[in-house]
């Protein structure tokens, strides 16, 4: 149904973002979007939260979109904000996240004169999103908002990027309004599901490896079902842990970064993969090494390209993953011969993954058991981009959904700044956002604008004065070479209270329990960074600086 309203386009976006359900929007501002943010504060039902830098608004919005399972609204301007948000654009497209980028464009009649900060923003973006259109016509933006809110959610998710020329913005014309996006589910064909039937009567060791349609589709429960029902084991794709319980009986581990042997070995193991809801990222699949010609391979996914993108399957399957787990309860599998495989490789699971916590043991490992004793079983984390994240994705037990946000980009910055993304989407969760010292600096500043607004989420800072990652490759590679990876000092617990925020700085465990313990019976209004002090020789999970030389 249409609806017909005399409006400036800057008041016509905000009519679009109402009817999408927008309640959130985040922003540096611009004076090339001034409309735009003149008609945002005459909308009281839409709050907008002001950051610090545009990367930080774009990975608040794409927190806040992969939380919330809407989009995630951020703003910015011209050439010079586009590209300091085109990192958050790229984590959206890689994660499949919906979010809509609305950017101010230089003034039309000074297009094509390379004007101040002018950028083809279209032509730009084009590469990693989903959509990019610039608006040359006011009369025309609820036609192209509208279409940017859909394909933002429509198929596999992603981010829509809109280009809007400032003197477009305050223009009064006859608006057109259309219906609210209504998500597509399509089903899987009976013929589909027959197919699915057959090759698996003939699996001896099948897989399931979960991706984030399941999330996407809010599939969650419908998949549990459905391995129980046919007792097949699942595997988590590189950082969707929380798509499936890490404490079922038939979940046997997470495909991500330095992935424990005894996981791969049961990935090598599967004749049949039923891979649901993943593009089957290089990450996931091992640098591509996982599926065989030894393996057949069942692929279902709401987007038609990410089928055979990676792998031909023998079965693919167009299909929303809620609607096609539904349809599979309906096979009939009556001989299971894989239940005492299944038994075993819980069991090599469960052997890799105890969190039994010696003295010796690492800072890290330490701080992971009290994060799984202390936090609520509903708390969300996040993590930033680096080795420390390997102690948490071996050791932390995800055992209800919408628990995790973590960047398949890679991104580092990420974590503080999706962490108040994901807080402004569930309130009432304790969010715990986890990163080193390297990826905290490239985004702190936006604890500030935690500060401001009121963001009570909690930053673990895991501090050895470098970046680690690459550290841990350049001693592998040119061991005792070291090339720009080494960083300074920086007292982060100090940075924190300069912005206002609560800080403090650990070197025990015995001292982590402590504070955490305080923090979290405190329930502030304000934010809190905990700085961890660790040892810079212990790399990564499994390895130390001297051992890596040494091989």
């Known amino acids: 149904m249409t609806k017909t309203k005399k409006q400036t386009g800057a008041q016509a976006i905000v009519e679009c973002m109402k009817r ?11 004076e090339s979007y001034l409309p735009l943010l003149d008609a945002l504060y005459d909308e009281t039902s839409i709050q907008v939260v002001s950051a610090r830098h545009e990367s930080g608004a774009a990975f608040m919005a794409e927190g806040y979109g992969k939380s919330s399972l809407k989009p995630g609204v951020v703003l910015a301007t011209r ?18 996240t919906p979010m809509v980028v609305m950017l101010g464009q230089v003034h039309s009649k000074f297009r094509g004169r390379e004007g101040f900060q002018e950028v083809d923003l279209d032509q730009w973006f084009q590469h990693i999103a989903k959509w990019a259109v610039e608006i040359t016509a006011a009369e025309r933006i609820p036609e192209l908002v509208q279409r940017a809110f859909r394909i933002a959610q429509s198929g596999r998710p992603g981010p829509v ?23 597509p589910t399509p089903a899987p064909a009976k013929q589909e599901i027959a197919e699915v039937e057959h090759l698996l009567t003939q699996a001896r060791h099948p897989l399931i490896i979960a991706g984030g349609g399941v999330k996407a589709s809010q599939a969650e429960e419908a998949l549990q079902s459905f391995a129980e029902k046919f007792h097949f084991p699942v595997m988590a794709a590189f950082r969707r842990q929380d798509a499936f319980p890490n404490d079922h009986p038939l979940y046997v581990g997470h495909l991500g970064l330095g992935t424990n042997k005894q996981v791969l070995q049961t990935a090598k193991e599967a004749d049949v993969i ?110 930033d981009a680096g080795n420390f994240a390997g102690w948490l994705h071996t050791y932390y037990s995800f055992a209800e959904k919408h628990t995790y946000v973590g960047p398949t980009s890679g991104a580092m910055g990420y974590g503080m700044p999706a962490a108040l993304g994901a807080k402004l989407a569930f309130p009432e969760k304790t969010v715990v956002s986890l990163s080193g010292d390297g990826g905290f600096m490239m985004t702190v500043q936006e604890l500030e604008t935690a500060v401001r607004n009121q963001i009570p989420v909690i930053s673990l800072v895991f501090n050895n004065n470098m970046y680690g990652t690459i550290r841990m490759h350049q001693e592998i590679h040119y061991p005792k070479k070291v090339m720009a990876t080494d960083l300074g000092q920086v007292s982060f617990a100090d940075l924190a209270k300069s912005v206002g925020a609560n800080g403090y700085c650990v070197r025990s465990a015995e001292e982590f329990a402590r504070i955490f313990d305080e923090v979290l019976a405190a329930k502030q209004t304000k934010p ?19 051992g890596l030389r040494d091989h």
Request: net charge negative.
């Open 20 to 30: 999408e359900g927008v309640t959130k929007a985040f922003c540096v501002p611009g």
């Open 79 to 96: 050439g010079v904000g586009a590209a300091n948000l085109s990192i958050g654009v790229h984590t959206a497209y890689q994660d499949s």
């Open 161 to 183: 990027v809109i280009s809007l020329p400032e003197d477009v913005l305050p223009v009064t014309a006859e608006m057109q309004f259309g219906s609210r996006f209504m998500k």
């Open 274 to 383: 039923l891979a649901l809801g993943t593009r089957l990222s290089e990450v996931t699949t091992q640098d591509y090494s996982i599926i065989d010609a030894g393996k057949k391979l069942i692929h279902i996914d709401i987007d038609h390209e990410s089928i055979g993108k990676v792998y031909a399957p023998v079965i693919g399957i167009v299909a929303d993953l809620r609607e096609a787990l539904a349809h599979l309860q309906e096979m009939k599998l009556w001989i299971r011969p894989w239940k005492e495989w299944v038994k075993e490789r819980r069991q090599a699971y469960e052997s890799i993954s105890g969190l039994t916590v010696m003295p010796d043991d690492p800072l890290n490992k330490h701080v992971v058991a009290t994060l799984a004793d202390k936090l609520p079983k509903d708390a969300l984390l996040t993590n």
């Open 528 to 546: 809190t960074a905990i700085e961890i002090i660790t040892d810079p020789e212990q790399i990564s999970v499994s390895a130390t600086i001297q």
